[in-house]
Antibody, heavy 119, light 106 residues
Framework: EVQLVQSGAEVKKPGESLKISCKGS????????IAWVRQMPGKGLEWMGI????????RYSPSFQGQVTISADKSISTAYLQWNSLKASDTAMFYC????????????WGQGTLVTAPS | DIQMTQSPSTLSASVGDRVTITCRAS??????LAWYQQKPGRAPNLLIY???SLESGVPSRFSGSGSGTEFTLTISSLQPDDSATYYC?????????FGGGTKVEI
């Protein structure tokens, strides 16, 4: 069974760093792209970027380029989303999602990680 | 960036009703469109890909159609479990973009 299991909720102060994770199982993790999607409170879905764990090829949305870092460690089947300096406006739910085998839709999703950075 | 516009933003319907949600793209995306269902507190769930292909395990009352810039998601007979927010997503080009969502109330 394909599963993406994300790390737990985080409460951080603005200015702090943070790295959240997404561990895949039940499939060949290195062979499928993993995306990160933001959902701000009460709002819609925003694609942040995507990584191919096999060679760490990464693409970012222009809206998030320079604001976050996406990485992966295929040896432990885990993808990461990282901030160097959180802002209050980073408060949101973050989902990882597996890209489908044939195209850029998302067939499996993690359960989400809530990041709170109160001002 | 390709803008995706969904309508309506909210709709209220009764069990057994036929429901249609529209998604328009700001430029042609061929059939590179997916639909997701999201229930409160849960991750999105893939319903439809390539505009009209039903994901495995999704009830057959869900269907998708369209190409180019205009797409629809139809629920043929609304069920209580279909109460959720529905999103379209284009994957014609980066950055991938989602519509703003349609909340379906029963």
């Amino acid at each position: 069974e394909v599963q993406l299991v994300q790390s737990g909720a985080e409460v951080k102060k603005p200015g702090e760093s943070l790295k959240i994770s997404c561990k895949g199982s039940g499939y060949s993790f290195a062979s499928y792209w993993i995306a990160w999607v933001r959902q701000m409170p009460g709002k819609g879905l925003e694609w942040m970027g995507i990584i191919y764990p096999g060679d760490s090829d990464t693409r970012y949305s222009p809206s998030f380029q320079g604001q976050v870092t996406i990485s992966a460690d295929k040896s432990i089947s885990t993808a990461y989303l990282q901030w160097n300096s959180l802002k209050a406006s980073d408060t949101a739910m973050f989902y990882c999602a597996r890209r489908g085998s044939s195209s850029e839709y998302f067939d499996y999703w993690g359960q989400g990680t809530l990041v709170t950075a109160p001002s | 960036d390709i803008q995706m516009t969904q309508s309506p933003s909210t709709l209220s319907a009764s069990v057994g009703d036929r429901v249609t949600i529209t998604c328009r793209a700001s430029q042609s995306i061929s059939t590179w469109l997916a639909w997701y269902q999201q229930k409160p507190g849960r991750a999105p769930n893939l319903l439809i890909y390539k505009a009209s292909s039903l994901e495995s395990g999704v009830p057959s009352r869900f269907s998708g159609s369209g190409s180019g810039t205009e797409f629809t998601l139809t629920i043929s007979s609304l069920q209580p479990d279909d109460s959720a927010t529905y999103y379209c997503q284009q994957y014609n080009s980066y950055p991938l973009t989602f519509g703003g969502g349609t909340k379906v109330e029963i």
